[in-house]
């Protein structure tokens, strides 16, 4: 096999697991609960793969003879968030969580801060990203103060207006206090938040970015740049690894945005791993807790998967999983501690295989390596041997 095709959707939980208790998370189940609140969940091409065949699935149909192999992963790294979840499915477990800020950042970070940017900041308390903006938008474009806030991840989030602050100087400021969240105080991502609008009707826009830390291991990426293949990363994924490992990537408006990108970087018939992240499931509607919306970014990719498996060649191999869960329909707008699906398909691989409960996340990377015949020393099971 000389190409794989990862694609994330971010957030895509498929039951709590069970050390949920420890994260709050008892009862969550991002497809399950999404499924009963909107009375049924209709997926018939991820079902086709075996989404619905998974152990423990509910909510999608079953079917009789799958064309994938299916099952899922637990995390055995120490958080639920984003980077831990990408990190760990490439070859890098967190045995120490990353630093969170439930009553926001100590005056030593923001007094720190605030010198360094020559501005004073406002907000500085875990929030949602929408209600923020309705709550301190207004205060933002009158002072010109950039607006801080955090959640329950590992994160330290500007938001700002771009007409009062560019982008230029957002991302500067980004990165100013990616340099200054390490060690002790560090935290996976600084994320720029940027809006547009006016008074009652401000919004964010796509000009999202996320500035996270290096790896602290080697990753799946390295060593499939190592072997002089490509890593096409579409969305979010450069900004997750930062840049380590990466040949070449493209940032992405939306969803669809992100699926239009990973065909094309396919019908490039480069060798390689095209590693893709799709984040509306999680940003739009997962920390918003509305499952209707989510619901239908689930059926908006479902309609597109028979043209990406289209555009596939005879060896290339598809890997769709996620990073963690985040249920809309429970009473927390963040990450949810859940199992994530798995699914595998090639048009010379098995077909209708459970590969069961997979111990790590790292497993996926183990696979993708495996696949490429690329030695490596990730941690993991390759479950390669059952594909083939």
Not at 117 to 123: P, Q, V
Request: aromatic fraction near 6%; hydrophobic fraction near 35%; charged fraction near 25%.
């Amino acid at each position: 096999m000389k190409r794989v095709v990862l694609i994330v959707l971010d957030s895509v939980g498929i039951g709590e697991m069970p050390d949920a208790d420890l994260y709050n998370d008892v009862g969550s189940n991002t497809i399950g609960n999404i499924s009963k609140k909107v009375g049924g969940l209709k997926l018939p091409n991820l079902e086709k793969l075996g989404l619905g065949n998974i152990d423990g699935a509910e909510g999608i149909n079953k079917t009789t003879n799958p064309t994938g192999v299916f099952g899922k992963c637990a995390e055995i790294s120490k958080g639920k968030d984003t980077v831990t979840g990408h990190w760990e499915m490439s070859g890098v477990i967190l045995e120490k969580p990353l630093n969170t800020y439930p009553n926001g950042f100590p005056s030593s970070i923001i007094n720190e801060f605030e010198e360094k940017i020559g501005k004073k900041i406002i907000g500085n308390k875990v929030a949602s990203g929408t209600e923020i903006i309705k709550e301190l938008g207004d205060e933002h474009v009158k002072t010109g103060c950039p607006i801080i806030y955090t959640s329950a991840d590992s994160v330290f989030q500007i938001a700002a207006h771009e007409d009062i602050i560019t982008l230029d100087e957002l991302y500067k400021m980004c990165r100013i206090a990616r340099e200054m969240l390490v060690g002790e105080r560090t935290v996976g991502r600084i994320i720029a938040r940027p809006f547009i609008g006016e008074s009652g009707n401000y919004t964010r826009t796509s000009n999202r970015r996320d500035f996270a830390l290096d790896p602290f291991g080697k990753t799946m990426l390295e060593y499939v740049k190592e072997a002089a293949l490509n890593v096409m990363a579409v969305g979010k994924i450069e900004d997750i690894f930062n840049g380590k490992g990466v040949t070449e990537a493209v940032h992405i408006k939306n969803n669809m945005d992100g699926v239009d990108r990973t065909i094309e970087y396919i019908k490039q018939q480069k060798e390689g791993l095209i590693f893709t992240n799709l984040v509306d499931f999680d940003m739009l509607f997962g920390h918003r807790n509305d499952p209707a919306g989510y619901a239908n970014a689930l059926i908006e990719f479902d309609k597109r998967l028979p043209e990406i498996i289209s555009s596939l060649n005879e060896d290339d191999i598809l890997i769709i999983t996620a990073d963690h869960g985040c249920d809309p329909t429970t009473e927390s707008t963040d990450h949810s501690r859940e199992y994530i699906p798995l699914l595998v398909y090639g048009k010379k691989l098995k077909a209708n295989v459970n590969i069961g409960v997979r111990d790590c996340f790292c497993d996926i990377g183990k696979t993708v390596l495996n696949a490429l015949d690329i030695k490596n020393e990730l941690p993991g099971t390759s479950f390669y041997d059952k594909l083939i």
